[in-house]
Structures are given as structure tokens and as C-alpha cells.
């Protein structure tokens, strides 16, 4: 799930303050499982400035083109006219 901005600032803010979970959430009439659960998803974030590697597969498609897949079955087709080993070595 993405962090929205809201929960981004309560954690951020819980971060700097001296309290617990639980105080912070009582202090700010947050249900304590649902905070847990947005700052198990912050910890998943990348970190900011971070970047990361996306596993891609590349192939040479029959309708000359290239395409490459991630894992969550997004595609990006190129035109043939494009080198499958430029790509490659860019990669």
C-alpha cells in the first residue's frame, strides 16, 4: 500500500518524539494496528535518493519489436529499428 502524506507525517513525527507506539497513538487518537501497519509499509519504502535495481526480461519479439516485462507485468515495447544489444549494454 502506498504511504500517503498523512501517515508519512505521523510516523516522521512519532520518529522524533519520545513516545511509544502506543503513547503516540493515544496522544493522537490513531487505532495502534493500523499505525503498525503504515510503518511496516514505510519500512519497505526504498530509502529517498535510493535506487533500485527492476528485474526486467528482454526479448527479440516475432513482430520485431523488443519488449521487456517486470515482475507486475508491465511492458515496454520498442521499435526493431532500436539495437537488443544497446539495450542490453545500457541496462
Known amino acids: 500500500m502506498a504511504i500517503t502524506s498523512k501517515w508519512r507525517q ?3 513525527a512519532w520518529q522524533r518524539s ?5 503513547e503516540y497513538c493515544a496522544e493522537q487518537q490513531i487505532n495502534v494496528r493500523t499505525f503498525t501497519t503504515r510503518l511496516s509499509d514505510y519500512r519497505k519504502l526504498p530509502a ?10 528482454i526479448e527479440q519479439a516475432p ?8 515482475a507486475q507485468g ?4 520498442l521499435p526493431a529499428s532500436i539495437s537488443a544489444s544497446w539495450v542490453a549494454e545500457l541496462l
Not at 519520545?18 to 502506543?22: N, R, V
Not at 513482430?63 to 517486470?70: G, H, Y
Request: net charge negative; hydrophobic share 45%.
Open 63 to 70: 513482430t520485431a519489436a523488443i519488449i521487456f516485462t517486470d
Open 18 to 22: 519520545d513516545l511509544s507506539q502506543a
Open 74 to 77: 508491465h511492458r515496454l515495447e
Open 10 to 12: 505521523h510516523i516522521e
Open 48 to 57: 529517498p535518493g535510493s535506487s533500485a535495481l527492476i528485474p526486467v526480461q
